[in-house]
Each structure stands twice: as C-alpha cells, then as structure tokens.
Nanobody, 118 residues
Framework: QVQLVESGGGLVQAGGSLRLSCVAS????????MAWYRQAPGKQRELVAT???????NYADSVKGRFIISRDNAKNTVYLQMNSLKPEDTAVYYC????????????WGQGTQVTVSS
C-alpha cells in the first residue's frame, strides 16, 4: 500500500511564505508525475503545479512567479515553496503522485490547510 503525507501548512500573513512537503511511502517501484492541487471552500479542486520524473514543471497562471515545485526522488518527496502569498491562496492543498508498482496509478494525500490572512 502507498501513502502520501503532506506537511507544512499553517497560518501566514499576506506576503509571507510557506513550504509544503509530501512524502510517499510504501511499496514503490518508481514515481512518475507529482503534483499539488488546492481546494478553497465552495470551489472545485484546481491544479496548482506539476513536476515530471525529469523535473519538467508546469504552473497554474495564478501562481506563476510565486510558487516553486520541486522533488527529491531519493526521498519520494515533492515540495511546494509558496512565496508572496495572497489571501486568495487560502485552501486545502493536496499532493498527488503517479506511482508505479506493477501498474501505474494515482495516489492522493489527505491535504494540509493553508490560510493567508490579509
């Protein structure tokens, strides 16, 4: 079984920074894409950033230039460095990893709350 555990969320003032981490554990042969999503109250879950196994990255327009996604393959960990935070960044942040065991499937973390005060 594979588990993803996020950490690093919290309360921060506008303009501040937070760094989220997500560790995948369990029986893992390899991990392909890793990604961060977020869901604000009353809104649909949206994609924030993705990173491929080769470290190619993509970002939502709303976070470009402020957020940085990275990964440590040796630790099966994906990070999200969030800078210049805005109140509209307030949401529960989820990580997703596409894990290869015998076949490939997506796994999700339980989410970590990020609250940005104005």
């Amino acid at each position: 079984q594979v588990q993803l555990v996020e950490s690093g969320g919290g309360l921060v003032q506008a303009g501040g920074s937070l760094r989220l981490s997500c560790v995948a554990s369990g029986t893992i042969f390899s991990i392909n894409d890793m990604a961060w999503y977020r869901q604000a109250p009353g809104k649909q879950r949206e994609l924030v950033a993705t990173i491929s196994s080769g470290a190619s990255t993509n970002y939502a327009d709303s976070v470009k230039g402020r957020f940085i996604i990275s990964r440590d393959n040796a630790k099966n960990t994906v990070y999200l460095q969030m800078n210049s935070l805005k109140p509209e960044d307030t949401a529960v942040y989820y990580c997703r990893s596409t894990v290869v065991i015998l076949t490939q499937r997506d796994y999700w973390g339980q989410g970590t709350q990020v609250t940005v005060s104005s």
